[in-house]
C-alpha cells in the first residue's frame, strides 16, 4: 500500500464548476500538508500548504486537512481553462523536508 | 530572478554513458533535493543535502551519485545509464525546516 493515495483522474469539467481533489494517506506521523500544480513540462509549484486540520483559503482554492481520518482535499471555485494542469498532494513529517507524494491528478477545465 | 535552476533541460544519450545534471539554487535556502518523476508523473525523492551534508538518501541504485560543492549547488552524476533510468529529474531547495520548497523545471532524461 503506497503512503499516499490519490486518484489519478484524468478529470474534466466545465468552464465554472467546482473541483474536488482528494488524497489519503496512511502514516499518522504527517503533519505538513501541501498541494502543488504542475503544468505540462514544467516543475510543481506550491499552491497550499497547511499543518493542522481544518481550511485553510487563497482567493479560489480551498484545502481542507481532515487528520482524523487521514484525508485531505483541494476545492477550486469557479474552475478556469488556466486551471488545467496535474495536482499533486504532498505530505511530510519530522524535519528533514522530505516530501511524499500522491500520484497527481491531471484536470482539464474545457471552456 | 530568484530561482532553482537545472541544467540541462533535455538530455538524451546512449546506454552505459555517463551524464550529468547540474542544479543552481539563489534563494538562499540550506537543503537542496534531487526527485525523480516517472511517466506516470509520481514524484519520488531520492536525495537530499543539508549544507553540503547528506541527509537523506533513498534506494537509488549507486550509479547515481550527487555532489554538493557548496549549498546553493546540487548536482547528479549518473553512470552506466540504462533504459530505466528515462525519468524526468527535478531539483528543489527548501529552508531547514523544510519551508518555502522550490522546483526546478526538470531535466528531461531519455536513454536510448
Known amino acids: 500500500q503506497k503512503e499516499v493515495e490519490q486518484d489519478p483522474g484524468p478529470l474534466s469539467v466545465p468552464e465554472g464548476a467546482i473541483v474536488s481533489l482528494n488524497c489519503t494517506y496512511s502514516?499518522?506521523?504527517?503533519?505538513?500538508f501541501m498541494w502543488y500544480r504542475q503544468y505540462s513540462r514544467k516543475g510543481p509549484e506550491l499552491l497550499m500548504y497547511t499543518y493542522s486540520s481544518g481550511n485553510k483559503e487563497d482567493g479560489r482554492f480551498t484545502a481542507q486537512v481532515d487528520k482524523s481520518s487521514k484525508y485531505i482535499s483541494l476545492f477550486i471555485r469557479d474552475s478556469q481553462p488556466s486551471d488545467s494542469a496535474t495536482y499533486l498532494c504532498?505530505?511530510?513529517?519530522?524535519?528533514?523536508?522530505?516530501?511524499?507524494f500522491g500520484q497527481g491528478t491531471t484536470l482539464q477545465v474545457k471552456p | 530572478d530568484t530561482a532553482v535552476s537545472q541544467t540541462p533541460k533535455y538530455l538524451v544519450t546512449q546506454m552505459g554513458n555517463d551524464k550529468s545534471i547540474k542544479c543552481e539554487q539563489n534563494l538562499g535556502h540550506d537543503t537542496m533535493y534531487w526527485y525523480k518523476q516517472d511517466s506516470k508523473k509520481f514524484l519520488k525523492i531520492m536525495f537530499s543535502?543539508?549544507?553540503?551534508?547528506?541527509?537523506i538518501n533513498e534506494t537509488v541504485p549507486n550509479r547515481f551519485s550527487p555532489k554538493s560543492p557548496d549549498k546553493a549547488h546540487l548536482n547528479l552524476h549518473i553512470n552506466s545509464l540504462e533504459l530505466g533510468d528515462s525519468a524526468v529529474y527535478f531539483c528543489?531547495?527548501?529552508?531547514?525546516?523544510?519551508?518555502?520548497?522550490?522546483f526546478g523545471s526538470g531535466t528531461r532524461l531519455t536513454v536510448v
Open positions: 543535502y543539508n549544507n553540503k551534508e547528506l541527509i
Open positions: 528543489a531547495s527548501a529552508t531547514s525546516q523544510g519551508r518555502d520548497y522550490t
Open positions: 504532498a505530505m511530510s513529517g519530522g524535519n528533514t523536508g522530505k516530501l511524499i
Open positions: 502514516n499518522s506521523a504527517f503533519q505538513y
